[in-house]
């Protein structure tokens, strides 16, 4: 039984930083591709970023770019988020998700999913 389990969410204010932490656990083949989603609060849930299994390949959502940063252990079966200057509209409950080989953006391309963690930024 593949499980997700994210941690390191919580409470900041804008321009503060958090890491969040994504634990995977049971088969899921190999060279699996983990990524970060968002879902804020009536919207969808939207892409992140993602990282490849060899970690040499990774994408971001625009509005992260260059402030948060994907990163993964292997050797852990644990993928990470460093969010730097945060801002307001980073709020949102963040999830992880394993798809097989190929980077994607889309969340329905995604096969496992944790069970989310809230990030709430402040003014």
């Known amino acids: 039984q593949v499980q997700l389990v994210e941690s390191g969410g919580g409470l900041v204010q804008a321009g503060e930083s958090l890491r969040l932490s994504c634990a995977a656990s049971?088969?899921?083949?190999?060279?699996?591709?983990m990524g970060w989603f968002r879902q804020a609060p009536g919207k969808e849930r939207e892409f992140v970023a993602a990282?490849?299994?060899?970690?040499?390949?990774?994408d971001y959502t625009n509005s992260v770019q260059g402030r948060f940063t994907i990163s993964r252990d292997n050797a852990k079966n644990t993928v990470y988020l460093q969010m730097n200057s945060l801002k307001p509209e980073d709020t949102a409950v963040y999830y992880c998700?394993?798809?097989?080989?190929?980077?994607?953006?889309?969340?329905?391309?995604?096969?496992?999913w944790g069970q989310g963690t809230q990030v709430t930024v402040s003014t």
């Open positions: 049971g088969r899921f083949g190999n060279n699996y591709v």
């Open positions: 990282i490849s299994w060899s970690g040499g390949g990774t």
């Open positions: 998700a394993v798809r097989s080989r190929l980077m994607a953006t889309m969340r329905t391309l995604y096969d496992y």
